[in-house]
């Protein structure tokens, strides 16, 4: 064997075995207790606009080969020297945000035998950053741990906190799509949630006030209450939940606009826009035996597959086959409705038959159908795109109804003909 390996192997040897004897003499004194900060380096720091200061905790943490050594530290905005070279060894603008900003509490850090650790409280003024953040993104918040008597980590004693954002908390509706909720309510009425959101995770404890918009609401006013009289309770880490309470339904369909009013606790942002609640019963249990057309299509497309919740399957009136009155759907019901609202997907595959223009009868028999509505494209909104869906207000005849019928007159490309793919009925 090589002599200097052999040296070497000795040389290693009786350092271990004088390590397990001496260890006191091996570990350098400087290393027996050592300090450094918990978050180090350049950090991002976000402030919320709410009126209130922001705490920001600076955790200083000891370890060495003798933890249970008392120590002391002192957390500090850095000096002018040090901030300098702090710019020069970064090569950043980085410019100081004014001591006006901010405030350090419990930065002198005494550590016991027992102390792991210690934290310093920065407080900071969010409307005092603000002016000068919106002036230039390079202003920062250097912070830096040193000592007088104990070993400092160096790579992990300076913060620096940056590209500091100052963010007004917004509320919202949650789970809304173009300002719309569509809910279902059984005809003996019900409870339904409507969610509330924020743009960041919620830190506070405040309400959200909302109130009813008459002008976008077709419920009565005795068919509903706002729980807490539309006071919406958000704490901290959760977001707020409205409650609204339905009598039995009057209504097969009915909307209730709502609208964030105010805060109370917070001086948050909030959404305006109201929203419309669309509240609807559930779906008529209707059977393709209750189904019948003067116009089949004998080649394709029965009426039993507008039930069977399959949009890639579909009813297709005449078109093989010439039929001179206009085609119609009509729905003949067990008993009599007095409210109905339905809804009809178009096909899936393209909307080269989409209705264009058609009207809904009702009425106790075939002879005494009366025209409840008159439908166009221009007007109403129906789709005209493949598996387009139109979803009808409410329609409340004169008197209850047992037939229902809907008559179509044109098609999106000027044809007699049309397709659905899916139809609902809604009625009480």
């Given at each position: ?14 350092l271990t075995l004088t390590s397990c004897e001496n260890y006191d003499n091996i570990i350098p ?69 004014p001591a006006e900003c901010f405030a350090l509490s419990d930065n002198k850090m005494k550590f ?64 809304v799509t173009n300002y719309s909720i569509t809910k279902e309510i059984g005809k003996d009425g ?239």
């Amino acid at each position: 064997m090589n002599m200097k390996k052999i040296a070497y192997l000795s040389l290693g040897l009786m350092l271990t075995l004088t390590s397990c004897e001496n260890y006191d003499n091996i570990i350098p004194e400087e290393y027996n207790k050592i300090l450094s900060m918990k978050v180090f380096g350049e950090q991002d720091l976000t402030l919320y606009e709410t009126g209130e200061q922001t705490e920001y905790n600076i955790v200083v943490m000891k370890s060495g080969a003798k933890p249970d050594e008392t120590a002391e530290a002192t957390v500090d905005v850095m000096n002018e020297a040090q901030f300098e070279k702090l710019k020069t060894e970064s090569g950043r603008p980085y410019k100081m945000l004014p001591a006006e900003c901010f405030a350090l509490s419990d930065n002198k850090m005494k550590f016991g035998s027992t102390d792991m650790w210690k934290t310093a409280k920065l407080t900071i003024d969010p409307m005092k950053v603000k002016k000068y953040v919106e002036e230039s993104p390079n202003y920062v918040l250097p912070v830096i741990t040193t000592s007088q008597s104990d070993s400092i980590l160096a790579t992990a004693n300076t913060l620096v906190l940056k590209s500091i954002q100052i963010i007004k908390p917004a509320v919202s509706f949650g789970d809304v799509t173009n300002y719309s909720i569509t809910k279902e309510i059984g005809k003996d009425g019900g409870t339904v949630e409507i969610p509330f959101t924020m743009q960041i995770d919620n830190l506070w404890d405040f309400n959200t006030l909302v109130g009813v918009v008459p002008d976008l609401t077709t419920f009565d006013t005795s068919d509903y209450s706002l729980a807490d009289g539309g006071k919406v309770a958000f704490t901290k880490g959760a977001m707020g939940k409205l409650k609204i309470d339905f009598q039995p339904m009057k209504h097969a369909i009915a909307k209730l606009g709502l609208q964030i009013k105010g805060m109370e606790g917070k001086s948050f942002g909030y959404d305006e826009t109201p929203v419309v609640l669309t509240a609807r019963v559930p779906k008529y249990p209707l059977t393709a035996a209750m189904l019948s057309s003067n116009a089949v299509e004998p080649s394709e497309g029965s009426l039993a597959n507008l039930l069977d919740g399959d949009i890639n399957t579909y009813f297709h009136s005449s078109w093989s086959v010439w039929v001179d009155p206009a085609h119609y759907v009509q729905i003949d019901l067990p008993e009599a409705v007095s409210s109905f609202a339905f809804s009809y997907t178009n096909r899936s595959s393209n909307g080269n038959a989409a209705m264009a223009d058609f009207s809904v009868y009702a009425g106790n028999d075939e002879s005494s159908l009366v025209e409840l509505k008159h439908y166009t494209m221009a007007q109403d909104n129906l789709p005209g795109g493949a598996a387009g869906v139109f979803n009808s207000g409410e329609l409340k005849p004169s008197e209850p109804v047992k037939i229902i019928r809907f008559v179509h007159n044109v098609n999106k490309t000027n044809e007699k003909f049309f397709v659905w793919s899916e139809f609902s009925l809604f009625a009480i």
